[in-house]
């Protein structure tokens, strides 16, 4: 069988018309077999009764953004003269993937012209493709009102479920045999996350699609994934596992730090000797708990948390006391020069930026540490960030990937609270916020505060391409 043979026969087992596998070949795409399967539930919605929107992929690494531009450009665009499509994407800091190096690589075939400055594709028989970038929901505006005969959204769970709704009544075409349509990428999490679950997962599960059809697409179905990224992938922990690894849209229920297990993380002894830096975080707090963590780093990148200062209902000036006698139950230096912690041996101290706003008197809390002798920095107060951090320290102990963070048993209110924290239903890569109850039990003081403590560290580059910022 020739490779041309050999693609023809795959496309017909995922579906796609004769005519359409003719169509990319003709542009020289070439589609894996899942990007396939959703090109031909794209052609589904040509029927009067088909859908009006594909979603495709479901987890990392899928070939989502390269088979959401291909049936656009190489499908849709090509056989509907003056198709007017609209392609949103939400740029992040350290977008890797350019909407520009996309572009030549899939339409080396097609002619066509690209205004970079107005992020207009056009070709030859004029239909059009609009490059829709968006920091904040509100960019998007600049789109809506006008009609488009397909809206390409990438990443579709970065939009709340009213962002989507504006834009679907943009979904709209004044051609005679053209259906208007959305298709959309995702991955599981984000804010849209839960109605993207029940708009085309749960259908798609149950095998009840109507308006909708979902193609699924995991790391493993794309083999142009570079090696390195799909170990990035297989590496993760936790509920990061299971969404963008496993494809699981399930992770919002329950609890967040799955990988938590106290034989494995909670350790009965610390030589103090072993330490290289020492650093404290701080969530302030009045009636809420004010807890305060010490932490240090160890010679192979260890983070443990060795001590821990939590109370409620105290003044600065009592907390600051309570802090250093916590810094001065441990030691630093060895034989003569060794002797109680102090502030001053900190590389750094660091709480949450509400320490550092005014209040009604002008002053701030972080003013009123500095008096004690306490110099507050701010920290990295990212939460979902923050999270993912703990949560690749935590390791997975059953799936042999080790622990980098350690808990000292002392650390009662820390160890109380992080096995018990849920995930946030309306934002599942965040951790569901809670107050402690009137007598003091319960809240997530004592995990913003490690959040704080680990986050400060520069972070991993393979993270950030995963996490898009
Ligand atoms: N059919 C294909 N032919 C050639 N290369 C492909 C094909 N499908 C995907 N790729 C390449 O594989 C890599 C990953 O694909 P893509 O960026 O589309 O995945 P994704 O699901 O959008 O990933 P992420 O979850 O990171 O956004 C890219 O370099 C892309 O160009
Ligand atoms: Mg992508």
Redesign the pocket.
């Known amino acids: 069988m020739t490779a041309l043979e050999r693609y023809a026969a795959a496309a017909r087992v995922a579906g796609c018309p004769r005519e359409q596998v003719e169509r990319l070949v003709r542009a020289g795409v070439?589609?894996?077999p899942r990007?396939l399967a959703a090109s031909a539930a794209a052609r589904l919605c040509d029927h009067p009764d088909g859908p009006t929107a594909v979603g495709y992929?479901g987890a990392?690494?899928?070939?989502?953004?390269?088979?959401l531009l291909?049936q656009m450009g190489a499908d849709d665009c090509q056989r509907m003269p003056g198709l007017k499509c609209l392609l949103l994407r939400k740029v992040g800091r350290a977008n890797l993937?350019n909407f520009e190096d996309?572009r030549r690589?899939l339409f080396g075939a097609l002619p066509h012209e690209f205004s970079a400055y107005r992020g207009v594709l056009k070709f030859a028989n004029g239909s059009r493709i609009i490059a829709g970038h968006f920091q904040s929901e509100k960019d998007i505006d600049a789109y809506l009102g006008l009609e488009y005969d397909v809206i390409g959204i990438e990443?579709a769970t970065t939009l709340s479920s009213r962002k989507h709704q504006d834009i679907s009544t943009c979904s709209r075409t004044s051609k005679a045999h053209w259906r208007p349509r959305i298709y959309s990428?995702t991955?599981p999490g984000g804010i849209g996350h839960a109605w993207y679950r029940v708009r085309f997962i749960v259908p798609h599960l149950k095998g009840v699609e109507r308006e909708t059809r979902f193609v699924p697409?995991k790391v493993g179905d794309?083999h142009?994934?570079?090696p390195e990224?799909t170990r990035v992938l297989a590496n993760l922990t936790g509920w990061q596992k299971r969404a963008w690894f496993d494809g699981d849209w399930d992770i919002a229920a329950g609890q967040f730090f799955t990988t938590f297990r106290r034989e494995a993380q909670v350790v009965e002894e610390f030589d103090d000797t072993r330490a290289r830096e020492w650093f404290c975080a701080l969530d302030y707090g009045f009636t809420h708990y004010t807890v305060a963590l010490l932490g240090c780093t160890d010679g192979d990148g260890n983070v443990f948390v060795v001590d821990e200062h939590a109370e409620r209902l105290w003044l600065p000036q009592r907390h600051a006391a309570g802090i250093k006698a916590m810094l001065g139950r441990h030691a630093i230096g060895v034989g003569a020069n060794k002797r109680p912690l102090a502030v001053v041996d900190l590389k750094r101290f660091v709480a949450g930026a509400d320490v550092f706003s005014r209040q009604s008197d002008g002053s701030t809390v972080a003013a009123q540490y500095a008096k004690l002798g306490i110099t507050l920095r701010v920290a990295n107060t990212d939460r979902i960030n923050g999270w993912a951090e703990i949560l690749q320290r935590l390791g997975d102990v059953d799936g042999g990937v080790r622990p980098t963070l350690f808990i000292h048993r002392r650390c009662a209110r820390l160890l109380e609270c992080l096995p018990v924290l849920q995930h946030d239903p309306n934002r599942p890569e965040d951790v569901l916020k809670v107050d402690a109850d009137e007598d003091g039990i319960g809240g997530d003081d004592a995990a913003d505060a490690l959040r704080y403590l680990v986050a400060t560290k520069t972070r991993g580059l393979a993270l950030r391409?995963l996490t898009g910022v």
């Open positions: 070439v589609l894996q990007q992929g990392r690494g899928g070939g989502k953004s390269h088979w291909a993937e996309l690589r990443e990428t991955n697409a794309n142009f994934n570079n990224y391409k």
